[in-house]
C-alpha cells in the first residue's frame, strides 16, 4: 500500500509563501496522479492542485491559479506544491494524495491519502 508523508506546513502571514512537500513511500501504486487537498474546519475536503507522474500540464482549483504550483521530482518520489501571495481563506489542512486520474477532482475518488498538514495565513 502506498504511503505518503506531508511536510512544509506552518504559520504564515498573508501575502506570505509556503512549499509543501509530499513524498510517496512506495512506488508499486499504479496510479499516475498525485494531488493536493485541502480542508478548513467544518468544510468538506476541496481539489487544490493536481499532477501525473507522467508529465502533461498541471491542473488547478481556480481559488489557486496563478498562485500555486504543483510540481513533482520522479527520482525522489516527491510532490511539492509552492504557495505564494497566500490568503487568510488558504487556512486548511493541506492533504497529498494519490490517485489514478488527474482530472476528477472530488476527493471520494482519490485512492490513499497523507496525514496532513496544516497552514494557517494570518491576515
Known amino acids: 500500500q502506498v504511503q505518503l508523508v506531508e511536510s512544509g506546513g506552518g504559520l504564515v502571514q498573508a501575502g506570505g509563501s509556503l512549499r509543501l512537500s509530499c513524498t510517496v513511500s512506495r512506488r508499486s501504486f499504479s496510479g499516475n496522479a498525485m494531488g493536493w487537498f485541502r480542508q478548513a474546519p467544518g468544510k468538506e475536503r476541496e481539489f487544490v492542485a493536481a499532477i501525473r507522474w507522467s508529465g502533461g500540464s498541471p491542473i488547478y482549483a481556480d481559488s489557486v491559479k496563478g498562485r500555486f504550483i504543483i510540481s513533482r521530482d520522479n527520482g525522489k518520489n516527491t510532490v511539492y506544491l509552492q504557495m505564494v501571495s497566500l490568503k487568510p481563506d488558504d487556512t486548511a489542512s493541506y492533504y497529498c494524495?494519490?490517485?489514478?486520474?488527474?482530472?476528477?477532482?472530488?476527493?471520494?475518488?482519490?485512492?490513499?491519502w497523507g496525514q496532513g498538514t496544516q497552514v494557517t495565513v494570518a491576515s
Open positions: 494524495s494519490a490517485g489514478y486520474t488527474a482530472t476528477v477532482l472530488a476527493a471520494t475518488r482519490w485512492d490513499s
